[in-house]
């Protein structure tokens, strides 16, 4: 799951990304709505967490951009994290577009728990992801393949996460980057490779992902 954080408090924003990167959520930053227009020309996000108060844009403006401006990515979920709280304030935040409003000061956990909840919405399996003999469970990071806990890192839980919501679908090295690593990796290391070849190897045989040559990997429920 591929996160963008627009927050301008610097010491607040590499605190939320160092959290959300510790439950695995792959978090790029930025704090102007300037930096945020950048992300969103050229990468489709899973969710953003918004701040409305941005020292050189309205985050309400961009909210109700995002609807109309062909040239940014809508992401798929969207959270304001303001400190206005009024609820004059919170109609005008899910009026504009937003999917949730969390008001400032809040707790890291009640983040996470809303995160987890806009992530399940429209994925039919509720919770926990099954397929085939895996199954995930977002809300406490454990996997299993029938019935056995299989031991993965961040990372690697991240990337069975993101084939399990996309079981069939063939996804390239590209797809993988986009949305398991953050702005940080690097396209042309060996990075995607080595963390698949090892989850592969944890989840044992026959492999559930397969690799199809020259257009990438999939995951099927019938290995």
């Known amino acids: 799951m ?8 610097a010491e607040l924003a590499e605190l939320i990304a160092m959290g959300l990167r510790n439950e695995s959520y792959a978090t790029d930053l930025a704090a102007t709505g300037a930096e945020a227009e950048e992300h969103l020309r050229i990468t489709t996000y ?12 309205d ?8 609807g109309a401006d062909a040239e ?19 109609v005008a935040g899910l009026d504009a577009g937003a999917d949730d409003y969390l008001v400032k000061p809040f707790h890291f956990s009640e983040l996470t728990a809303r995160v987890r909840a806009l992530a399940r919405r429209g994925v039919e399996e509720g919770i926990e992801l099954r397929v085939g003999e895996l199954t995930l469970d977002p809300s ?13 890192t961040p990372r690697e839980f991240s990337l069975l996460r993101y084939f399990m919501l996309h079981p069939g679908t063939v996804l390239s090295t590209e797809d993988l980057l ?23 190897r944890k989840l044992g045989e026959p492999a559930p992902i397969v690799t199809i040559p020259n257009v990438g ?3 099927r429920a019938r290995p």
Do not use: K, M
């Open 72 to 90: 940014l990515r809508r992401p798929r979920r969207l959270i304001v994290l303001t400190a206005r709280d009024a609820v004059a304030d919170r």
């Open 217 to 219: 990997y999939q995951l």
């Open 140 to 152: 406490t990071h454990e996997a299993w393949r029938a019935g056995v806990p299989l031991a993965l």
């Open 46 to 57: 899973d969710l953003v967490c918004l701040d409305l108060g941005l020292p050189d844009a």
């Open 2 to 9: 591929r996160i963008l954080v627009v927050e301008d408090d």
């Open 178 to 200: 986009e949305h398991v690593w953050d702005a940080n990796a690097n396209p042309f290391t060996a990075s995607v490779r080595v963390i698949l070849s090892r989850l592969r």
């Open 59 to 66: 985050g309400l403006e961009l909210v109700r951009r995002l």
